[in-house]
């Protein structure tokens, strides 16, 4: 199974609602990792895990808030978000950091803040 | 920031090989050469990598120049469902595993 699933698919929040993005894989990879893509653009990193504890976070406002409860789980919650923060959301995994393996990456969560 | 320049979009007559053209000249020695592309609402998806020499595998070949400024990623018989956009990113052997993805090039294949 080389299948990274994201759920929901689609997502239309408010400014105040709270809301969570999913990601799930069972590859046993030990490196997640969170994308934002807005529209016409190339992804762009977000934050990494490994082994469950955060390694990287690329300067991301607080009002996004990541959380990996166990090695297949990647959640990202969602609050006080603004308009320009619509975007697709891409989860991805790789075995572990700092290996020449490739990363596998969900379908995505496409995001709307109204 | 990416290390990578591509053209912005290219085409390809279906069943012809598509030869998509990637610059690093400022690659170092330990830096490989990763190919993703991203099919319409679609997350990326790996297609190959190399650090010297060419590759292939069953989706493509790259090749790699001997001073390693630039590479070419080769689809051998292009088909309407390899209309994407191909990115080239460079990334080091060693540390974090981020990709950092430049503007790719829009591959479009023509019937």
């Known amino acids: 199974d080389t299948e990274v699933t994201q759920t929901p698919k689609h997502l239309v929040m408010g400014m105040t609602n709270k809301k969570s993005l999913k990601c799930e894989q069972h590859?046993?990879?030990?490196?997640m990792y969170w994308y934002k893509q807005k529209a016409k653009k190339p992804p762009e990193l977000m934050f990494v895990y490994s082994y469950e504890k955060l390694s990287i976070n690329e300067s991301v406002p607080s009002r996004f808030s990541p959380e990996c409860p166990n090695s297949s789980l990647l959640n990202l919650h969602l609050h006080a978000l603004q308009p320009e923060d619509s975007a697709l959301y891409l989860c991805a995994s790789s075995q572990v950091l700092g290996l020449e393996d490739e990363q596998y990456f969900g379908p995505g969560t496409r995001l709307t803040v109204t | 920031d990416a290390k990578t320049t591509q053209p912005t979009s290219m085409d390809c007559a279906e069943g012809r090989a598509a030869n998509l053209p990637c610059n690093h000249s400022t690659i170092s020695g330990n830096e490989y050469v990763y190919w993703y592309r991203q099919i319409h609402s679609q997350g990326p998806q790996y297609i190959i990598h190399?650090?010297?020499n060419n590759e292939t595998n069953e989706m493509a070949s790259l090749i790699i120049t001997e001073d390693r400024k630039s590479s070419t990623l080769i689809l051998p018989h292009a088909t309407l469902r390899d209309t994407a956009v191909y990115y080239c990113i460079v990334r080091a052997q060693t540390g974090a595993n981020n990709l950092f993805f430049g503007t790719g090039t829009r591959l479009t294949v023509i019937p």
């Open positions: 190399g650090l010297k």
């Open positions: 590859m046993g990879h030990r490196a």
